[in-house]
């Protein structure tokens, strides 16, 4: 477990301006060295960095999730300047809306909406720190928890005439706020056969915000086709492949096993001329990470088992046009410092493994992780 000093996050945010602005001239190539303390690695992978600024004109993607749906619309700020030396150039905010039921036919506002003046300002700070914004409004159910895969309104129509009002009203927060990315849907595979509904939705989306790169997250794995992804800017999944089944599997066998999965994604993206855009992925940092990341689990903790899976998700994001990159899911302080088991990645190897391979050359060395300047992780 590490953490940076507290005089290092704060002067990070007087020079991520300038930092921003750069793009290093790294090669993409791997070296053999790795950081290392004990049995805990990073492979020193250096890819090239992208700005924030460059997201907004089809630059690579190196993001991750700065909310959670159905929790407090709130963050640590002060962690923003420690992304932005990391190399993250883009930050996903989740948006709460509620319906009563998996069949109810009206969303409203309910516990952790926040208001829009609320998101405005967390964009706003967000683009201070030369970062681009996703802004996802996620349908919550009210009651026990229900997969948004599984919503089958009992009338279809009214629940699109609720949707419709309710995702404008954020697409104008977007808009407003210069939003580079707007999610239209996430992972509603029930409803994704609705295409007239839906191309409706974009188009209602598209007459108050007609400059967001516009994308729709498909769950993997989902027998429910979407037709519109012709109408959006890129192709969103949420690729939470089961990889390995092994305690610690190393990067190179995880980069074969995602060699499986990446056919079908690319052929979608021929069919359609967009990109994929992997929207949101996650990894607990517990044995077996790889195994079934879709699933909340509790193993043994291990730090390794979860860098090396961040680890490859980047590799194969990387250098390909059509990719456009990844969000993981999702940042946040661990709950119990090392022998903490969740998705977060702060102060884990997991985030030494984003500043190395996304990170400016330009950067301050004395502002990236511990582990990559000490040459450990301890």
Known sequence: ??????????????????????????SGTASAAATTAGSRQVTNVRHAYVSGKAVASGGEIHGIALTQANRPFEMDVATLPELAADGINTVDLYVTEYQASPYANSIYDSTFTPSPARVKAVIN??????????LMPVVWNKGAYAARTDYVPGNV???????????????????????????????YSRLQPRTTQWRRVISAVRAVDPTSQLTYMMAIGAKQAVHYWGRLDMIGVSPYYSLSSAAVPTVAQLDRAWNHYLPPLRRLSRTYHRPVL???????????????????????????AQANAYQAAINVTHGKSWLRGLIFFTWGPPVVGPVDTGYEPEGKLAECVMA???????????????????GTAS
């Open 1 to 26: 477990m590490w953490k940076r000093s507290a005089l290092a996050l704060v002067a990070t945010a007087a020079i991520v301006g300038s930092s921003a602005a750069a793009v290093a001239a790294d």
């Open 125 to 134: 700070l967000a683009h201070s720190y030369g970062m681009a914004v996703e």
């Open 157 to 187: 129509n009214e629940w699109f005439n609720s949707y419709r009002a309710m995702i404008t009203k954020w697409a104008k927060v977007a808009a407003a706020t210069n939003t580079e990315i707007f999610c239209v849907g996430t992972e």
């Open 278 to 304: 992997f929207d949101e992925l996650g990894y607990q940092s517990q044995v077996q990470a790889a195994m079934t990341p879709w699933q909340t689990r509790t193993e043994s903790p291990s730090e390794q």
């Open 356 to 374: 190395q391979s996304w990170s400016s050359s330009s950067t301050t060395t004395s502002l990236l992780p511990a582990c990559l300047t000490a």
